[in-house]
C-alpha cells in the first residue's frame, strides 16, 4: 500500500474510480479521514493540475487506493539546526 504524504502529486486514472476515465494529475493536500468510506476507498483533498503542474482547480476525490499512483513523491525534510557562531 502506497504511503501518501500532502505534496504528493497522483495520477488520477479509471483505475481509481469510472468518473476519472479522463485521467489528471493531482497534488494531494490531505487524506481525509474525517468521512465515512467503504473498505479500499478514501477521499483525498488536493488540486488538480495542469499540463504544466500548475493548479488549476481545488477539489475533493473519492478513489479507490489500490488504483493510485504517487508521480513526484515529496521528499521528507529534516529540520535545519542553527549554526553555531565561532568566535575567532
Known sequence: MIALRAGDV???T???SVQ???PMM?????VRH???????WIWLDGYQLDA???????????????????QQ????TQPRRPRLQTRT
Do not use: M, Q, S, W
Open 20 to 22: 476519472f476515465a479522463k
Open 34 to 40: 474525517d468521512l465515512v468510506t467503504y473498505d479500499h
Open 73 to 76: 513523491p515529496t521528499v521528507p
Open 10 to 12: 497522483l495520477h488520477i
Open 52 to 70: 504544466n503542474g500548475e493548479a488549476v482547480a481545488r477539489r475533493e476525490i473519492f478513489v479507490l487506493r489500490a488504483g493510485l499512483t504517487v
Open 14 to 16: 479509471a483505475a481509481c
Open 26 to 30: 493531482f497534488r494531494l493536500i490531505k
